[in-house]
Structures are given as C-alpha cells and as structure tokens.
C-alpha cells in the first residue's frame, strides 16, 4: 500500500517522499524502510530498497489516486466552503441537516471528520489531498452520498485540493486573518477565490452579496446570492434573545438556538443550498440543530451565562459581542488572547474591540507557540486607551478569575479556542480545554 506518513508504513508497503512547505518526505526515507517499507518513490536518493525516481511527488500523489481511486468516489457529491468566519458552524449543520432529511453526507473539517459520529481529529482545517481521498474512501464504504468540507486559504494556496471538483462551493465573508501569510487582502480573496475556480460547470456557487468582497466569487454563471441585500434568499428580518434566535428568509419564518446575526448568515447559506437541492421542508430541523462544539456553547452557572467560542479574528470577536450586547446582560466580561506566531497585525483591533464591547476584558495566553507572552499582550494593549482590563497570563487561573466576577445576570465570554482542547507553548502540547476548565472550577 502506499504511504506519505513514514510513521504508518507496514512491511511491504510503498513510502513516497512527498516535499512539503515545512518538511521534506526525504528525511523520513530510512525510517520509512526500518519499518518495513518495500520500495520507495523519491525525487533523489538511492536506497537498500527498490527504489523509482520521479521529477514530482506531489503530482505523482495526485496522479496515482485519481488512476487507482476516482472511480470509486467519482458519485459522491462534494460542496466546499471559504471564508474567514462562519465555515465550521455552516458545513457541520448542513452535514447534520442532510443526514436528518435523509442524505448520508460527512463532513470535513476544523472540528474534525464525521460521518454520524466523530471518526477521527484533523490536524488541519483542510487536510492534504492523500488524507482527503482516504477519507472519501470510508464515506463511499458507509454510504455517503455528499460530502461537506471547510477548505482554509492555505489549503487553497498550497494547491492541496487542486484536484478535486466541487458540485457546490459557499463563500461566507472575508475578514482580517492570515495576513501573516498572504501579505494583502487581494492576495487573501485571490487564494480563496480560487476555490470557485473548482466547481465543476454544472456546479452551483453561493455567494454572501452583503460582503465588500463579493465580486471576488460572482465569477460563475450559476451563482446564487444570499444576504440582507437583495439576494436570492434575501435575509427580511431577524430578532435575537437569550434562548433563540428568529429570522425570515425570503418572508419565510426559521426560529434557532443559534444564537446571533452571524448566525443568520450561516443558516441562511444552509437554507439556500437545501432549498437548491430540492427540500421545501426542513424548519423542525433547523429549530433544533445545536451549534457545533465551541461556537457559541452556552453554560448557564446560578442565573449567569457562560459563552465559549472560537473567535480569534477582530470580525468574530465584534460579531460574538455584538450579539451578546443585545440580550441585556447586567455586565459583560471577556476573556481573550491571541496567538502566538501568527498574524500580530489583529491583536490591538480584538483588545479594542473587547474592551469597548466589554465591562471587563482579561487579557490571557492563547497559544503562544514561540512568541513571548507578554510582547503578545504588549501588542493588544500598547495603543488602548481603554483601562478596563486586567493581565492573567495563565488561562486557567483567567477563566476562574472571570467565573468569580459573575453576580446575577451576568455574561462570561471565553474566546479564541473554542473546541481546542489543548495550549501550544514553545514545542509543548498540553492538554487545555476551555470547557473542561468551566466545568471543574464550576463544580468546585
């Protein structure tokens, strides 16, 4: 069989050395053979093992799945989705929502690879073209008849899908986020964009028309719009509480658990793909979903509210607190950081933001990989003029510190990590998890 992960190879399998942006196959060769690799596909290099030398073997990968494997996946029907935010919450709920009208579908992506249940944790949002067609392969095993997938501009950047040809693709919105890498909004929108490239010519495009980017992805002649603008499926109105959320839908009345106008938008992408398909009957379905882990998870604690969620931008950081500034809360107190080795350009923007929007904000690590803590915090607050903050570095002692300051009626936001269960410090792992966090010091 063959294999790009050195670590999986059995006795009598085949070991291909693929060249990737931050590792090189080739330096796992010999580890590949000491654990029973036959024979190996390389760029260079001689070895005690058979040994077949090729110009590329990434476009060998490529070649060799569409010869040895289209054909059995060539029926399952694939929809992708980009966009900054919204991309989990939108593909893990239409996933769920076919699969309860009926329509086997998986999904892939930040939270992982379902079918019915979690199969297995991804290590990318968007994982690479070898692991997404072995993941094809069990959905053709147990049946799926479409696939969802969140497709990140990295992934889209590195060509990591390039040969994959989607039947429908959705385009949330385009905000401050991975700058780091691609340098410029244009350069952002283009490695996105080219996602829309991808569908094939009978594919459908959906199309958020309220985003100042949109022109971007109404490039395809079977585009469908959606949004507040006038739109395909126009969004009429919509009314946020504390337990649900109620919005029309070209004068089509939905009510969800969701909570927040983001929320609208992610549902109503939802909406507009079930409707394209063919369903005219999916409102019970859409009252009862529940958000995917750490989108905007609710604990209650006495008569106090407790939010985890996975904002990590400056535009979901602003819609998060946005929504929750509607329900009348007494006090808002947030908890937020940012990651380390990773865009600085948003940080002050996400402090000012929970400042502002906040009574309280306290500023906590999240991630800090190699970057020094405190010049993460120096870089939210060296330009605040807002004082109503206080510095916690160690995030458990953070998220007690906020639970301690809810009287009655109160909201706690825990952003940033959401579903993440773990903190990157330096080359550590260690096991974290917000939620888990909020429910010991509750307990206690």
Known sequence: MLKIDSRQVLKGDTFLAIKGIDF???????????????KIIAMHGLYDVETIIVKDTNEYLKKYLLDNYYD????????????????????????????KLGVKSAYIGTIGFYIDDKIKD?????????????????????????????????????DRLDIVKFDMVIFSNLTKDHLDYHKTFENYALAKQKLFKQVKEDGLCFVNVDDSYKDYFMI???????????SDYQIKEYEVSKEKTIFKVNDEEYVTKLLGKHNVYNLTSVIAVLKQMGFSSFKDIISNLDAPRGRMEAIKYNDNL?????????????????????????????????????????????????????????FTNDNPRFEDPNQIIEDMTSKLDNSNYEIILNRQKAIAKGIQKLQK????????????????IEDRVIHFDDKEEVLNIIRR
Do not use: W
Request: hydrophobic fraction near 35%.
């Open 306 to 362: 407790i939010i985890i969620d996975y904002a990590h931008t400056p535009d979901a950081v602003l819609k998060v607190l946005t929504t929750v500034s509607e329900f009348n809360f007494d006090h808002i107190y947030t908890i937020i950081g940012c990651g380390g080795n990773r865009d600085s350009s948003k940080r002050y923007e996400m402090a000012l933001y929970a400042t502002n929007m906040s009574n309280m904000a306290i």
């Open 220 to 230: 395809n002649e079977n585009t469908i719009t959606y949004g507040f603008n006038d």
């Open 122 to 158: 991804l290590n990318n949002t968007t994982p690479n073209i070898y692991d997404f067609y072995q993941m094809l392969l069990k959905c053709q095993e147990e049946g799926c008849k479409y696939v969802v997938v969140e497709v990140s501009s990295h992934a889209l950047a590195y």
């Open 409 to 424: 009626n109160d909201i706690l936001l825990i952003l940033g990590k959401g579903h993440e269960t773990y903190q990157v």
């Open 72 to 99: 059995k996946i060539k029926d399952i029907k694939i929809i992708g989705m980009t966009g900054t935010n919204g991309k989990t919450t939108t593909c893990y709920i239409l996933h769920k929502c076919l699969n």
């Open 24 to 38: 090189d196959g080739h330096d796992y060769i010999d580890e590949a053979i000491s654990n029973g690799a036959s």
